[in-house]
Structures are given as C-alpha cells and as structure tokens.
C-alpha cells in the first residue's frame, strides 16, 4: 500500500466589506503556481437588508496596474475581468461559489474584488 500526499497550501480570507451604491472593492490576491487553481467564495450581509446582488471580479496580475486606473465601475469590462460570477448577498450565508484558474506559461497573481455597480 503506498499514499502520496501531494503538496499544496491553502488561504482563508475573512474580513467585513462595506459597499454601497455603484461601488467596488478590492478583496485579496492570491497566488497560483503552473496548472490550475481554485477559489470559493460566500457572502453574509450584515444587518436589516434583504438581498443585495454583488459581482465578484477576478482579475490577472498582467492586466493590475491599467485596471487601477480605471474608474471603479469600467474595471470589470475595461480591464477586463478574467472571470465574473453574480453572488446574492443575504442575512444567511449565501452559498459557496468556487471557480477554476489555469495557468499554462508561469505562476501568476489573482486578485479579486466585489462590485456594486
């Protein structure tokens, strides 16, 4: 019998996030070595508030530096966003959404916001 445990590492990110009307935030980054990669994510509001949709946006290290100088609203689109995904955010925890990154060439950089836009 023979067990190979291949290596890898993880990151939690917890933290609050306020965003109102047509705003957008940046969340983390995180890095992901040659192959692919996964991400979940799940969101709680805080508070009196029903459902509030929100986008998560993931965007490539290559594409950072010009997507920071775009107004925050124009960044999914103009930067472009790499990957979108619609998340309802309720007084329960809403319910996990997880995504697949490739990278074929080199390890790269994901970095993740949430917009009200």
């Given at each position: 019998?023979?067990?190979?445990?291949?290596?890898?590492?993880?990151?939690?990110?917890?933290?609050?996030?306020?965003?109102?009307?047509g705003q957008w935030h940046?969340?983390?980054?995180?890095?992901?070595?040659?192959?692919?990669?996964?991400?979940?994510?799940?969101?709680?509001?805080?508070?009196?508030?029903?459902?509030?949709?929100?986008?998560?946006?993931?965007?490539?290290?290559?594409?950072?530096?010009?997507?920071?100088?775009?107004?925050?609203?124009?960044?999914?689109?103009?930067?472009?966003?790499?990957?979108?995904?619609?998340?309802?955010?309720?007084?329960?925890?809403?319910?996990?959404?997880?995504?697949?990154?490739?990278?074929?060439?080199?390890?790269?950089?994901?970095?993740?916001?949430?917009?009200?836009?």
């Open positions: 019998f023979f067990l190979h445990a291949a290596p890898c590492s993880a990151k939690l990110e917890r933290g609050t996030v306020a965003i109102g009307s940046y969340v983390s980054k995180f890095g992901f070595d040659v192959g692919a990669g996964s991400y979940e994510v799940r969101l709680k509001l805080l508070g009196e508030a029903s459902v509030v949709p929100v986008t998560l946006e993931v965007f490539l290290d290559e594409d950072w530096e010009r997507i920071e100088s775009l107004p925050p609203c124009a960044r999914a689109h103009g930067g472009p966003a790499r990957k979108t995904h619609m998340l309802r955010a309720m007084s329960e925890w809403s319910p996990w959404m997880g995504g697949l990154l490739e990278q074929n060439v080199r390890p790269h950089i994901w970095y993740f916001a949430f917009s009200k836009c």
